[in-house]
């Protein structure tokens, strides 16, 4: 999934996103993107037993990241690239007034709420301070 209209990787960056024990690297690794933040966490919400959700400092990384990378466009991935992706993708397209581009799925319908909650609250955190 894309946040913007790169045509080169020198151009864009990429926040990868894996399963918590899954430490595979997909082939988009291999491209030279100009920045890559990597998060694992699980396709979950908060409050699931012996599951990592999407967290507090994971969603001030990302912001960070968006915000360090305001002049590149954003590729978001995951393992499934139905979700957790996405949820991160809609809300930096969102918040940056930017396109999405989605490859895995035909509609952003499935994204994870709890990414889309908890980055949503980590940036009224952010913009009270």
């Known amino acids: 999934m894309e946040v913007g209209t790169a045509t080169c990787h020198h ?16 082939t988009c690794h291999s491209m030279p993107w100009r920045r890559t933040l990597r998060l694992a966490f699980h396709d979950c919400d908060e409050g ?11 969603a001030a990384l990302v912001l960070e990241f968006a915000q360090q990378n305001l002049h590149c466009d954003w590729h978001v991935h ?14 930096l397209a969102g918040a940056a007034g930017r396109e999405l581009k ?22 009224e955190r952010r913009t009270t301070r």
């Open 11 to 26: 151009d864009a960056v990429l926040i990868s996103i894996s399963t918590p024990g899954r430490d595979r690297l997909s």
């Open 48 to 58: 699931e037993l012996d599951l990592h959700p999407f967290s507090w400092d994971q």
């Open 102 to 123: 989605l490859h895995a799925v035909a509609s952003d319908i499935f994204a994870n709420s709890h990414v889309l909650r908890t980055l949503r609250e980590a940036e």
């Open 78 to 91: 995951c393992d499934a690239g139905k979700s957790r992706s996405v949820a991160i993708g809609r809300y």
